[in-house]
């Protein structure tokens, strides 16, 4: 499975914007960006997905490079309640996906009030 | 709609005995996967089950450890003879397809194992 890099911490102030990266520059033409996020003693939750083109939801918006090799989790505005560790996945479609997930170390997320 | 649910939440056990975790995935979800994150550790999958089938157990310990997916009821991880180093959350998730990597998994709240 190709690999995803993210930073370890970042930290914003609420109402604020947050832009989470995630590189990963081995990404197959077949592999889905996927982002979880996990609060304290939670389990980690679906926020959003994509493959080409960006996405928006209810949660956040997804940015992705035209190269896919990166991509760009959006908060727009920063609530206390999304304090978590943000995890970018990659998962391969139909024919080679296992199924499972794997996640990395994640980004850790704090706001400041 | 109910989310996964995971019982019990919270687990004691003494070294040697046996622990049994419960996942009841969310209603239509034919497919549940467990993962395990050990304190201060992120999450590592452990198995991959449909009804009455284990497709993937990559990630399940050689010993002591077991999983199924009855055609009715929950499905059941299983550790025998625990130790200390088992003491961890323990997370399901569910999904409603394996082969569509556009369909999340859904988490349950995790049980958490303590060992003494």
């Known amino acids: 499975d190709a690999k995803t890099t993210q930073p370890n911490s970042m930290e914003s102030n609420e109402e604020e914007p947050v832009h989470l990266p995630c590189n990963h520059s081995t990404i197959s033409g077949t592999d889905y960006i996927h982002w979880y996020r996990q609060l304290p003693s939670q389990g980690p939750e679906y926020v959003i997905h994509g493959l080409t083109s960006n996405v928006n939801n209810r949660m956040a918006s997804l940015a992705i490079a035209e190269d896919r090799k990166s991509s760009t989790l959006i908060l727009h505005r920063a609530t206390l309640r999304d304090a978590a560790v943000y995890y970018c996945?990659?998962?391969?479609?139909?024919?080679?996906?296992?199924?499972?997930?794997?996640f990395g170390k994640g980004t850790k997320l704090s706001v400041k009030p | 709609n109910a989310g996964v649910m995971q019982n019990p939440r919270h687990l004691v056990r003494r070294r040697g005995q046996e622990a049994r975790l419960r996942c009841s995935p969310m209603k239509g979800h034919s497919h549940v996967y467990w993962y395990r994150q050990l304190p201060e550790e992120g999450l590592k999958f452990m198995v991959y089950l449909q009804k009455e089938n284990i497709i993937d157990e990559s990630g399940m310990p050689k010993e002591r450890f077991s999983a199924e997916f009855p055609k009715e009821g929950p499905s059941i991880l299983r550790i025998q003879q625990v130790v200390r180093g088992d003491s961890a959350a323990y997370f399901c998730a569910s999904s409603p397809s394996r082969v569509q990597a556009g369909y999340e998994q859904y988490f349950g709240p995790g049980t958490r194992l303590t060992v003494t």
């Open positions: 996945i990659l998962r391969k479609n139909y024919g080679g996906s296992q199924g499972n997930l794997i």
